[in-house]
């Protein structure tokens, strides 16, 4: 079973539409969970990290379920920029392992 | 700019050559790490260093050898590669090993012919 399971997609959504990621984690004592944005031919870089309460940072909510072991991600009145692959990062605080998904492709269309 | 530069963004090398990738950052940071990206595939861990020392290898054959000379600096020292070793190799850092957050560089486009 993979540590870290995303729904590659791809999503094409219209501008202004509200999207949502889930992102499947294998192990239950994991303790940080990221969501990173990669750009094509770009490098990973960090959008927001996970928090068991749930966090928000502008039209971005992430979301745990510890429960389930999955975490989301919402995308509200989507731009044209927002347009790249979300990758779903877990850290089970057992070794030095960040485990990534394959990430989700979101194309935002005109 | 990451504060994390990756050199060369590309590279293409023959299956008897040796190359060096080489990954610098400027944050301060104490954990060092180099992963390879391919295709339809997640990010693979190859190698981690903190503080200067290796404290993980992830199985990872010994045509790629790591060095660490410093907190700064990391290489990835390639010889005798495949053709399926091509892929995208990313360096990252971050302030500790643990919970911490990465900070990668653009990454090395290799191609192995």
């Known amino acids: 079973r993979k540590e870290v399971e995303q729904d590659p997609g791809p999503f094409n959504v219209p501008e202004g539409a509200t999207v949502a990621f889930n992102c499947t984690y294998s192990?239950?004592?994991?303790?940080?969970f990221f969501w990173y944005r990669q750009d094509c031919r770009k490098e990973p870089k960090l959008l927001m990290s996970v928090y068991s309460s749930g966090n928000e940072d502008g039209r971005f909510t992430a979301q745990l379920n510890r429960a389930s072991q999955y975490i989301s991600l919402l995308i509200r009145d989507s731009k044209l920029s927002d347009s790249a692959t979300y990758l779903c990062?877990?850290?089970?605080?057992?070794?030095?392992?960040?485990?990534f998904g394959t990430g989700t492709s979101l194309t935002v269309i005109p | 700019e990451t504060g994390v530069t990756q050199t060369p963004r590309h590279l293409v090398m023959g299956m008897t050559n040796k190359k060096s990738l080489k990954c610098e950052q400027h944050?301060?940071?104490?954990?060092m790490y180099w992963y390879k990206q391919s295709a339809k595939k997640p990010l693979e861990l190859m190698f981690v260093y903190s503080l200067e020392e290796r404290v993980e290898n992830n199985s990872v054959p010994s045509r790629f050898s790591p060095e660490c000379p410093n907190s700064s600096h990391l290489f990835l020292h390639l010889h005798t590669l495949q053709p399926e070793d091509s892929a995208l190799y990313l360096c990252a850092s971050s302030q500790d090993l643990g919970n911490e957050k990465l900070f990668f560089g653009s990454g090395t486009q290799l191609s192995v012919l």
């Open positions: 192990n239950s004592a994991s303790q940080s």
């Open positions: 990062v877990v850290n089970p605080r057992t070794g030095n392992q960040f485990y």
């Open positions: 944050l301060g940071h104490n954990a």
